[in-house]
């Protein structure tokens, strides 16, 4: 590997040496004390650089988290990944921003592939349940040159994965087909493609620019992913009759509006809460997103504990009174995961 300068000076530390001899050897917990802010994500780095593994590093905050994450930056830009955390809200909001759900889905696509990264998140983000690893990955689609194509399947298929289908594209998440031709804007992708079919076959792929429609690159295959944080299984009727039968007289309205938009496989703000409803047995937690090898920093142990449990009471103090006002329902307490430490 390349000499570093940023790095240099901790290669020739005794006490840095040991611990990377530590984490080669020993598979459980290592504690590191004596480190000021400022040298946490120096070190971080330095041993993404000798192990070349993943690494995720938990700060006790969303604010912490960003200011890790740019300092991290200044070492490695093109390696290291934030991932944010939106509060749970037990009512309904005005259409959540795409591009910050496109942000964090392209960070999960990157833990599921496997690439090593270094992402730096916080316990709240941690502690939230996502969308199952192998469901995320069943749902990725290549198509190239050659292939055929069935334009009232591949609407579907988009649908499904959350996509809109408009007349012209504008942004992520969306797609439109005008006779034999069909826009995608995948999140794999800085810019849309473009596919023309020659009756059902695929007879060119290109990127190009969104607001000038002029071709940029022409390629001979790319991928389709999901374009929300959550995606629904093919059939659903299960996962609504299991909210249902957790609803009271005391139930809100919006409950059972949210039931007829699950059964129909509409996307609606507030999805996610219903997630242990919809995938019952898969285990849901970040970590599973992660190689065996990955190594996990916790910024400050003692205080990220505090913070978890704290968190977490907030959190079902917030379920009991929204439960009273009939804004939820049953097993909503188990948005989160738990995690001894």
Do not use: W
Request: include cysteine; hydrophobic fraction near 35%; proline fraction near 2%.
């Amino acid at each position: 590997m390349k000499e570093d300068v940023f790095i240099y000076p901790l290669q020739n530390s005794k006490e840095y040496k040991d611990i990377i001899n530590c984490i080669q050897k020993n598979k459980g917990s290592l504690l590191i004390n004596g480190l000021l802010p400022m040298q946490k994500p120096h070190i971080t780095y330095s041993i993404f650089r000798d192990l070349d593994r993943q690494i995720v590093f938990v700060a006790n905050s969303d604010l912490e988290a960003k200011k890790i994450y740019e300092d991290l930056s200044f070492y490695m830009k093109d390696k290291v990944e934030y991932l944010g955390f939106g509060d749970i809200h037990f009512y309904h909001l005005d259409a959540k921003d795409r591009n910050e759900e496109a942000k964090k889905l392209k960070v999960l696509l990157k833990l599921a592939k496997g690439e090593d990264i270094i992402l730096v998140t916080s316990i709240e983000a941690i502690l939230k349940k996502y969308t199952p690893k192998d469901i995320l990955l069943e749902n990725i689609s290549t198509y190239k040159i050659g292939d055929i194509i069935n334009l009232e399947k591949l609407s579907e298929k988009l649908v499904s994965l959350g996509y809109e289908r408009v007349s012209a594209i504008e942004g992520f998440g969306q797609f439109s087909i005008r006779g034999g031709i069909v826009d995608i804007f995948s999140l794999e992708y800085t810019n849309p493609i473009r596919m023309e079919l020659f009756d059902d076959e695929i007879d060119s792929i290109r990127t190009f620019d969104v607001f000038s429609q002029k071709s940029i690159e022409k390629i001979k295959e790319f991928s389709i992913t999901p374009s929300r944080e959550f995606i629904y299984p093919p059939i659903t009727e299960d996962a609504a009759n299991r909210v249902k039968k957790d609803t009271t007289k005391n139930t809100n309205e919006d409950v059972f509006n949210d039931i007829d938009n699950i059964l129909s496989k509409t996307y609606f703000e507030g999805i996610e809460n219903y997630i242990d409803y919809i995938y019952t047995d898969e285990n849901k937690s970040l970590f599973t997103y992660l190689k065996d090898d990955a190594i996990v920093f916790f910024n400050d142990i003692s205080r990220t504990k505090e913070r978890c449990e704290n968190y977490t009471n907030e959190f079902r103090e917030n379920y009991k009174l929204n439960l009273e006002r009939g804004l939820a329902i049953k097993i909503k307490v188990n948005y989160y995961m738990v995690i001894v430490i």
